[in-house]
């Protein structure tokens, strides 16, 4: 955790669910302190702002603005990710922008050059990596005990309700789907544990959801190390989370209950790592973390100059190019070869 003396302020852009979810961890999380607000329903920024003592801003230009805010968080659709963050580097503000770190690689890049130019953060929050289960996995790859990982596979899948009235229907401000939204992550963290995906097969299918949108999608990776994965996500089954992966000294599965799903803080309560090897299967012990705390704890360091970015416009045009390699490799019918940066 931080040690810094003085918490920097933020302002919060998106009051939906995921936005008061990242509320409540910049409340547990003692290196920041939430200014304002903004969100385009007025009558959850009042509930807000009673609830966690800030200002409420009438505008997102306002909520930028405010007096004391040094970095801004952007829970907002992914469509407007590069044109809040841009406009939060006019500013001066830091950006953390929830995952992923927009729609296209030649948004995201703009959002890089942006901030650069400005000479300010750009954090993308891809949380799932700082997991305690995570970070442990690292530990096992770099000690050598699964040997040559030549295999993964990975699902991420949770029910909703998609309805008109909301962004993810669509495909237009939605494209992949449960993989842009969901499997993005393990595009992360499994480019984080095996190195980087070099080239993706895609595909997709509408087969339950009233909506625009795929409910289904299966993304077959190729990493730059030799190792093969698949990474698959649905809208439509029940909570999923998991990864495993093969070895030639052994075999580690990563199973999430997640009947815990959003409570983002329990995740690694709920979790389980085994290894099995040719000789015994082994229960994993580690040291559970909040993910959002973690994430949001190094955001505030970013901004007071101590540390750079784990997860910043690098690492989140890696996985948001893994995501995108597979629609295309879906409407072309062959496999799609990734950008320079995923070399």
Not at 56 to 65: G, M
Not at 251 to 267: F, N
Request: contains cysteine; proline residues 4%; charged residues 20%.
């Amino acid at each position: 955790m931080s040690d810094l003396q003085e918490p920097v302020g933020v302002a919060v852009i998106g009051t939906g669910m995921w936005g008061k979810r990242m509320l409540a961890a910049v409340k547990r999380t003692p290196s920041l302190r939430l200014v304002t607000c903004y969100g385009r329903d007025a009558k959850a920024r009042e509930v807000i702002a009673s609830e966690y003592g800030c200002a409420t801003a009438e505008t997102f230009e306002q909520a930028i603005s405010w007096d004391g805010v040094r970095g801004v968080l952007l829970i907002t659709p992914n469509y407007v990710h590069a044109e809040q963050a841009r406009a939060c580097a006019r500013v001066g503000k830091h950006v953390f922008v929830e995952k992923p770190i927009a729609d296209t690689i030649k948004d995201g890049m703009a959002m890089q050059s942006a901030c650069q130019s400005a000479g300010v953060n750009l954090f993308v929050g891809h949380a799932f990596r700082r997991l305690g289960a995570a970070r442990k996995v690292k530990q096992i790859l770099d000690e050598g005990r699964l040997g040559q990982v030549v295999l993964a596979e990975a699902n991420f899948s949770l029910p909703g309700t998609l309805t008109p009235d909301k962004w993810r229907y669509y495909r237009e401000t939605c494209p992949g789907g449960p993989l842009m939204q969901l499997g993005i992550h393990h595009a992360d963290t499994l480019q984080y544990w095996l190195g980087a995906v070099t080239r993706v097969r895609g595909a997709f299918a509408h087969l339950v959801t009233s909506a625009e949108i795929d409910d289904v999608g299966i993304a077959q990776l190729e990493f730059s190390r030799g190792a093969l994965g698949t990474l698959t996500g649905s809208y439509v089954s029940p909570k999923t989370y998991f990864l495993r992966l093969y070895g030639t000294e052994g075999v580690l599965d990563y199973q999430t209950d997640m009947s815990i799903w959003p409570k983002a803080d329990q995740m690694d309560q709920a979790t389980t790592l085994t290894l099995r090897t040719k000789t015994e299967i082994e229960q994993l012990e580690f040291e559970p973390r909040d993910m959002l705390v973690d994430e949001l704890d190094e955001f505030a360091r970013c901004i007071q100059g101590s540390v750079q970015p784990e997860t910043g416009a690098l690492e989140g045009l890696r996985a948001l190019d893994v995501i995108l390699s597979a629609i295309r490799s879906n409407e072309t019918g062959t496999p799609t070869k990734l950008g320079e940066y995923n070399a």
